[in-house]
């Protein structure tokens, strides 16, 4: 166990449809980033966040956002679902100022 | 932007030793890390380089040179358990302190 938790870890739905996957980071980690990771694209940079705030962007759609939370907590919302997102969607924390990012398990995400 | 390129596979037999290389480019470096990912799971930190030089931590080592944009990780007395997907990644100042990574490279061991 990482620490960094995320639900659910799998996610069936149909295309159009709206998700939202939630990530818990590690205890102390103040700082929350989002990957995609398909099979031929590997694993790409979404989003982080520092605190609340958004810190940095990656190749995030605009049918993407993200927020996180007072508690830390952070939820990447994907809209209008397409065949093409289906993935593997990982969220990763660290602390302020360190340099080595820990994953969680992910979130499988289907869209028929 | 950034640009990262390692092999897309490689094979190996226990006991061996193997070497991934990476070369990368990037504008704002600011460090090189390399995780291990097996099938369906989390990628998992390995190493970590930000001056020249060779790392090492147990069986793996991991080596940068900046002037040359390339890095390699190298496992000794391979087990079949590191059959898995190596990543490179690079730390750049652009991208704060998120992880850009290549599209790894596949190991597999065989007996």
């Known amino acids: 166990d990482s620490g960094v938790t995320q639900t659910p870890k799998h996610l069936i739905t149909a295309t159009g449809q709206r998700v939202t996957l939630r990530c818990s980071p590690r205890s102390g980690d103040l700082s929350v980033y989002w990957y995609q990771q398909s099979l031929d694209q590997g694993l790409q940079f979404l989003i982080q966040y520092y605190n609340g705030e958004e810190r940095a962007k990656g190749n995030i759609l605009e049918r993407f956002s993200a927020q996180q939370f007072p508690d830390l907590h952070s939820e990447l919302n994907l809209s209008s679902l397409e065949l093409g997102d289906s993935a593997l969607y990982f969220c990763a924390s660290g602390e302020s100022g360190a340099n080595v990012l820990t994953f969680g398990a992910g979130s499988r995400l289907t869209v028929l | 932007g950034q640009n990262i390129d390692q092999p897309t596979e490689m094979t190996a037999t226990e006991g061996a030793i193997v070497q991934i290389n990476c070369t990368y480019q990037?504008?704002?470096?600011?460090?090189l890390f390399w995780y291990q990912q097996h099938a369906g799971e989390a990628p998992t930190f390995l190493s970590y380089?930000?001056?020249?030089g060779l790392e090492e931590k147990g069986r793996f080592s991991s080596f940068l040179s900046r002037s040359k944009g390339y890095s390699y990780l190298l496992l000794k007395e391979l087990q079949m358990k590191d059959s898995a997907s190596y990543l490179c990644a690079v730390r750049d100042h652009q991208a704060g302190t998120a992880l850009i990574f290549g599209k790894g490279t596949t190991l597999s061991v065989s007996s």
């Open positions: 380089n930000v001056l020249d």
């Open positions: 990037t504008s704002g470096f600011n460090g």
